[in-house]
Each structure stands twice: as structure tokens, then as C-alpha cells.
């Protein structure tokens, strides 16, 4: 019988010492290594873990899929969705800056996704950084294409960055 995902992140985690966190560093820039391979933890232990992550969030306990997004990162830093759901709870969690940074590496891993930019910019508007909102809705329009499977996510960026455009005359002139 294998071992329901809070165990093992449990038993995986108390595992970890500074020896192993020193490996791991030197392994990953002399090899690109990840602690799952390290640690000889397989892809579908680490998928059990994201689609309980995943229902936690989709079931609003943001606070707990946060923590075992934080794992799957910390055991995987090279897999996109880890990151995703890293960036979701956090700006779910009202957690901004942490949440661009998740997102900014979920981009990274693939700069052809308009998800992690257009996330990272909801996130810098809820920070009032109008300008970087701006860049961040602009690549996701760069990013994705007319009648692609990403049109919704096309056409909110467009309006929103041109609400955003719109709204520099007049907070200059009421200044």
C-alpha cells in the first residue's frame, strides 16, 4: 500500500538536512539535478501530491495547497505547473510580491505561456504598479495568439491594459 501524499511529503521533507541541501545545490549546478531525483521520489508520487494541492485550491483551502505547492516546487523547481499553483495560492492569499516571483518563474520555464504574465500583472495592479502591469499584460498578449485555446485570457488582458492605459492622463491631471 503506498503512502497517502501528506505522508510522504511529510517523510520526504523531515529527510532533508543541511548535508543533503549542500548536495543538492552542487548536484544542480554541476548536473541540473532536482531533489525528486536526488531523492529517488518518482513523477507520479509528485502528481499525487499536485492533485491533492490542486483540489485543496480549487476547494479555496488556499493555505494548505500552498504548503504542498511549496514542496512540489521545493522537490521539482523545474516543473511549470509547481510554480502556477505556487503563484495562484500565494495571490490568492493576497501574498503579491512572493506570488510575481512564483509566476516569474513559472515564465522561465516557458515564455511562451500568457498565463504566468497575465497573473503576475493582476498581482502588480492589486499592488498599484501600474507600469508593470502593463508590461506583464502586454507579453501575455505577445504570448498568445487570436483564436487560440487562450482567446478569453487575450481579450481580459486587452481590457485591461487598456483601462490601465487610460487611467495615467487622469491620475497625472488630479495630481
Given at each position: 500500500?503506498s503512502?497517502?501524499?501528506?505522508?510522504?511529503?511529510?517523510?520526504?521533507?523531515?529527510?532533508?538536512?543541511?548535508?543533503?541541501?549542500?548536495?543538492?545545490?552542487?548536484?544542480?549546478?554541476?548536473?541540473?539535478k532536482?531533489l525528486?531525483?536526488l531523492?529517488?521520489?518518482?513523477?507520479?508520487e509528485?502528481?499525487?501530491v499536485?492533485?491533492v494541492?490542486?483540489q485543496?485550491?480549487?476547494?479555496?483551502?488556499?493555505?494548505?495547497?500552498?504548503?504542498?505547492f511549496?514542496?512540489?516546487c521545493?522537490?521539482?523547481?523545474?516543473?511549470?505547473?509547481y510554480?502556477?499553483?505556487?503563484?495562484?495560492?500565494?495571490?490568492?492569499?493576497?501574498?503579491?510580491?512572493?506570488?510575481?516571483e512564483?509566476?516569474?518563474?513559472?515564465m522561465?520555464?516557458?515564455?511562451?505561456?500568457?498565463?504566468?504574465?497575465?497573473h503576475?500583472?493582476?498581482?502588480?495592479?492589486?499592488?498599484?504598479?501600474?507600469?508593470a502591469?502593463?508590461?506583464?499584460?502586454?507579453?501575455?498578449?505577445?504570448?498568445?495568439?487570436?483564436?487560440?485555446e487562450?482567446?478569453?485570457?487575450?481579450?481580459?488582458?486587452?481590457a485591461?491594459?487598456?483601462?490601465?492605459?487610460?487611467?495615467?492622463?487622469?491620475?497625472?491631471?488630479e495630481?
Amino acid at each position: 500500500m503506498s503512502a497517502s501524499p501528506e505522508e510522504l511529503t511529510d517523510s520526504l521533507v523531515s529527510e532533508v538536512s543541511e548535508d543533503d541541501l549542500a548536495q543538492i545545490t552542487a548536484d544542480f549546478i554541476k548536473n541540473g539535478k532536482t531533489l525528486r531525483e536526488l531523492k529517488g521520489v518518482t513523477r507520479d508520487e509528485l502528481e499525487a501530491v499536485y492533485q491533492v494541492a490542486y483540489q485543496l485550491y480549487s476547494g479555496g483551502d488556499y493555505e494548505k495547497a500552498r504548503k504542498l505547492f511549496e514542496f512540489l516546487c521545493f522537490f521539482d523547481h523545474l516543473e511549470r505547473k509547481y510554480w502556477l499553483g505556487m503563484g495562484g495560492c500565494r495571490q490568492m492569499l493576497k501574498q503579491y510580491e512572493p506570488a510575481i516571483e512564483a509566476y516569474s518563474l513559472a515564465m522561465l520555464l516557458d515564455s511562451n505561456d500568457p498565463l504566468p504574465p497575465f497573473h503576475a500583472a493582476e498581482c502588480h495592479i492589486a499592488l498599484g504598479h501600474r507600469d508593470a502591469a502593463i508590461s506583464g499584460l502586454t507579453a501575455a498578449l505577445e504570448w498568445s495568439t487570436e483564436g487560440s485555446e487562450h482567446q478569453a485570457l487575450r481579450e481580459r488582458a486587452k481590457a485591461l491594459r487598456a483601462i490601465l492605459e487610460e487611467s495615467a492622463p487622469a491620475a497625472a491631471e488630479e495630481g
